[in-house]
Nanobody
Framework: VQLQASGGGMVPPGGSLRLSCGAS????????VGWFRQAPGREREKVAS????????YYADSVKGRSTISRDGDQKMVYLEMNSLEPWDTAVYYC?????????????????WGQGTQVTVSS
């Protein structure tokens, strides 16, 4: 599975972004998909994940209430809508996919990773 992440950019504090993760596989709906981020000098951390075929979503406490992860109708894309962005949200955001949600969300392990997309929150 090849994953393509896009949608990053620079926004002012309080701004919003929608990140997109596209896949090359026709059975992408059969993978749990997660977003992770890594800021300079910090470890990678989980942000959000969504289950197979748009199943249950999980959010890190740091983004809960201001982010929404979703899959589109034909299950080829996964989106991460982020609102009320703050400078500490600045990081490279990666999408990932695995057939097992627990591996992805609890262990942070995935069979497939996309290239990152940079999100910078700055005035």
């Amino acid at each position: 599975v090849q994953l393509q992440a896009s949608g990053g950019g620079m926004v002012p504090p309080g701004g919003s972004l929608r990140l997109s993760c596209g896949a090359s596989e026709s059975d992408f709906s059969m993978y749990a998909v997660g977003w992770f981020r890594q800021a300079p000098g910090r470890e990678r951390e989980k942000v959000a994940s969504i289950g197979i075929r748009g199943g249950r979503a999980y959010y890190a406490d740091s983004v809960k209430g201001r982010s929404t992860i979703s899959r589109d109708g034909d299950q080829k894309m996964v989106y991460l809508e982020m609102n009320s962005l703050e400078p500490w949200d600045t990081a490279v955001y990666y999408c990932s996919a695995d057939r097992v949600m627990n591996r992805l969300w609890i262990l942070g392990v995935a069979d497939f990773w996309g290239q990152g997309t940079q999100v910078t929150v700055s005035s």
